[in-house]
């Protein structure tokens, strides 16, 4: 287990091969530059400052995206791609018949993120918590599209993103202490699923998606990040988001626990913010089975009081290796060592003020250098 970075990182710019944008998709009840609240407290950097103009005064390319702060991974990621080409949200038909939404959202069309994004201005997708499953969403539907848009709209009434043959427009993809494989935080011994428990962490939650100004759209409840979160539903998930030959891959796994001799793993207060501590505890003794038959067993205990370790690295059946410098390969999921702290270590923290501006620098650096 690593510690953040203390000191800077050395950029050598003229190593760089590439140097696309980097947009950063920030996680549950969370917001983005579109966002009042960014104003105050930016998600990126916290108390510790505002990582966005700081990176780009360094040379790099970057800016935050604002998406529903409770929306499923699919609305999500339509509401990512309509703020990158500058467009209306677009749910898709099909999409917003089944769940019982709008299917169009906010107009983006004047104000895109970017000033280009196709296949000679490809992205960095950097996503946190719930943004990296997010981004693995936008990915796949630039990729590939999707059938039931096709066959539910004509060819002149649908959104670019549901046709595909866009999978050369990302160049890399980053998640930090995402639920890849699903979150014990959401279930209960028998599987069952259930709403965060501990009375801070849902009053937190009220307050951001407050400060966020986001209100719901009436989605059914399997239109939920909530829902994608479940073990069961993250894993039925992963079997469409496959990973792609043409993307580098990159994961940042968190833990603020630590195991006893009983086997049971319980929060480092001096890493674990107040909000996750009863939850870290939680989760650290949990095992049990879910109703889709998964057995999550004492390595689903270390954990960074929101999210398991273990469901964080990379999605279970995707090819993954532990970071290596030397060999990092597009297809493959590079997992970085495991950083101490807790699930918003990777984003500045909220109290405990992290500083991550040299672990930005460095990942930065590192995917510019890459072919």
């Known amino acids: 287990m690593q510690m953040l970075p203390a000191m800077p990182t050395t950029i050598d710019k003229a190593a760089w091969n590439t140097n696309y944008t980097f947009v950063f998709v920030h996680g549950v009840s969370g917001w983005g530059s579109y966002d009042l609240p960014y104003r105050i407290m930016p998600y990126w950097g916290m108390l510790g400052g505002d990582l966005i103009p700081f990176l780009n005064k360094q040379g790099f390319s970057t800016c ?4 529903d702060p409770n929306g499923s991974a699919w609305d999500r990621a339509c509401e990512l791609y309509a703020q990158l080409v500058g467009t209306r949200v677009d749910y898709g038909s ?10 169009f959202g906010k107009d983006f069309t004047g104000r895109a993120l970017v000033s280009a994004f196709d296949a000679t201005h490809k992205l960095n997708l950097i996503g946190h918590s719930f943004g990296g499953t997010t981004i693995r969403m936008l990915a796949h539907l630039l990729a590939h599209g999707d059938a039931d848009e096709q066959s539910a709209a004509h060819c002149s009434d649908i959104s670019p993103l549901f046709t595909g043959g866009k999978g050369d427009w990302v160049h890399s993809l980053t998640t930090l202490a995402t639920p890849h494989n699903g979150t014990t935080a959401y279930c209960d011994h028998s599987g069952n699923e259930k709403r965060m428990g501990p009375p801070l962490q849902r009053a937190m939650t009220t307050v951001m998606e407050s400060l966020a100004r986001k209100v719901p759209r009436g989605r059914g409840g399997d239109d939920l990040a909530e829902y994608d979160m479940y073990i ?3 894993l039925r998930l992963n079997e469409k988001l496959t990973t792609s030959p043409s993307l580098y891959y990159f994961s940042y796994p968190c833990c603020t626990t630590e195991r006893q001799a009983d086997g049971k793993c319980t929060p480092v207060k001096a890493c674990t913010e107040q909000m996750f501590r009863a939850t870290a505890e939680i989760i ?9 038959g998964f057995v999550f067993d004492e390595t689903w205990r270390d954990n960074d009081g929101l ?3 273990i469901s964080a690295r990379a999605p279970f059946d995707a090819p993954q290796q532990d970071f290596d410098a030397a060999n990092i390969h597009r ?3 590079n997992i970085m060592p495991v950083t101490q702290g807790d699930h918003m270590a990777p984003e500045g923290g909220l109290f405990i003020v992290r500083g991550v501006r040299p672990l930005f620098l460095e990942h930065l650096n590192r995917i510019n250098c890459l072919p």
């Open 331 to 333: 297809g493959v999921w």
């Open 64 to 67: 935050a995206a604002s998406v």
């Open 307 to 309: 999210v398991n370790t």
């Open 284 to 292: 650290g003794a949990m095992y049990g089975m879910t109703r889709g």
């Open 232 to 234: 069961d539903n993250a």
């Open 94 to 103: 099909a999409h917003a018949k089944k769940y019982g939404h709008e299917r």
